[in-house]
């Protein structure tokens, strides 16, 4: 017998008895379906034994590490579901993005994409039903790498194949449903009767696969997203044209030393896609007020240095200007629900400030601007004078620049909007999308131990109240930006690498960012490492990596 502690109550079981067995006793004492459970702070499958004495919490669907399970678990129901219904014809699918609460697929024969009619999205849906009806099991059975590279091979998986060929462990976990065999980045759900929740739904060429979001038993409605649907796909066509649309193509071209021609390529595509935005701004005309807004570590200190300095080349006089001078006296900010200070909502802006002196700029009158003291938390006034002339452009950079209600007395003739986000071109494979916020958690985390001293457990412990605050005052406005540009670089994971490991082995593994260090960790060592050296100063990585020619 081994005595486990559950919820501050100990209980004896016998050896061997597999987690799923306790949870069924504990489900009825939760909202949301248990899927994993933590042992001894270890994170395992319920379909794991347990062996000694220690400590259980259970997972569930509403935790951020059981969503994640709980989203693979249902892809790979869609997935064998494709089989079913067309594997006999060549037909497979790819999952390309991540798109708001659900993953935008396109079926595929040849690597040449199908359209899909709504009679196919119904027949997926009645096939998806069925299986989840049926409860199959889902398996994992470990190989080792050689055979998963073979196996692979053999299954047209090429995208897993190639992947695998860099891979240091000796051993693989697989996963099975019925007669079909996958990878996938992390846990599942014991079978397919836990999948109940999702949803389908046609767009573009292909399909969107909904998953719930904070109800956890109903799948999120989908809201079409055109600007960054198009600017997924344009980057997300950019990296195949360079042939490097995958991790295991960027681990290639490492390796075979082609690295430098990419990274020239990337910022001279840089250059060029500013330099049209600037050209946009010009020839609008009217434009005073350039609105840069986007979620944490998107580039946008760099991005507007670098709009400055085409817009100056253009014959404009750009004035780069924070947003974070308004912030109200800190007295005055207000708290979130825990009582800390809120300063990503609107309210800890003074928007009625803000709109008369930007009344005043555009009138063409002198106005004496505030500058914030961190320190001590109060506005000042340090004769920083300004006057707007002809050909003066103010770039203000804020999380609220794309929401009107921040600039609701300024003509809409007179803005410009730019939405900025890391949306990465990579894939890890043809049906893993690489998740663009793992890609930001790893810039910032890298950027905070390099300007503010922060450790890499500081970043991820704040992440969630980021994320909930760009979810809040930054993503609903996305679509209503004139311009969304695409920050990411193909190869910036491979840089980061180097500098983000060592902070997240410094993580003790009883810490409760630990978790979500390891997953980084996991997910990092799918890249080849990528030495910095031959990045430009002004290049957008460098803002994180350090060694900019700006000040950020």
Known sequence: MVTLTIQGEEKQYAAGTEFLEIAREYQSKFQDDIVLVLYNNRLRELRKKVKKDGVLEWITTADKTGRRAYRRSVTL??????QNLWGGDGVGVHVMYSIGQGYYCELVKEEEPQDVTQEMLSELAQEMGRLA???????????????????FRKLGMKDKEKLFRYRRSSRVNIYKLDNYIDYFYGYMVPSTGYLRYYGLERYENGFVLLFPGKNTREAEKFSPSKNLFHTLKSSREWGKMLKIDTVGALNDAIAGGKMQQVILTQEALFEEKIGQLAESIVTSKDKK???????????????????????AAKGLKPHPFPLDD????????????????DFECLESIDVELFNHDMGELLAGKMVNLPVFNFKTGKREYRNKRMQLGKDDVLVIEGIHGLNDKLSYTLPTESKFKIYISALTQLNIDEHNCLPTTDGRILRRIVRDARTRGASARETIAMWDSVRRGEEKYIFPFQEDADVMFNSALIYELSVLKAYAEPLLFAIDKECPEYLEAKRLLKFLDYFLPMPGDGIAQNSIIREFIGGSCFQV
């Open 289 to 311: 007020f350039i609105m840069i807004a986007g979620p944490s570590s998107s580039g946008k200190t760099t991005f507007s240095h670098r709009l400055s300095i085409q817009l």
């Open 326 to 341: 308004y912030y109200v006296d800190r007295e005055f900010c207000p708290r979130d629900e825990e009582g800390n200070y």
């Open 133 to 151: 009806e049926a409860d199959i099991a889902i398996e994992k059975e470990s190989i080792h790498t050689d055979e998963a590279v073979e196996l």
């Open 77 to 82: 129901l869609m997935q064998k579901a494709v």
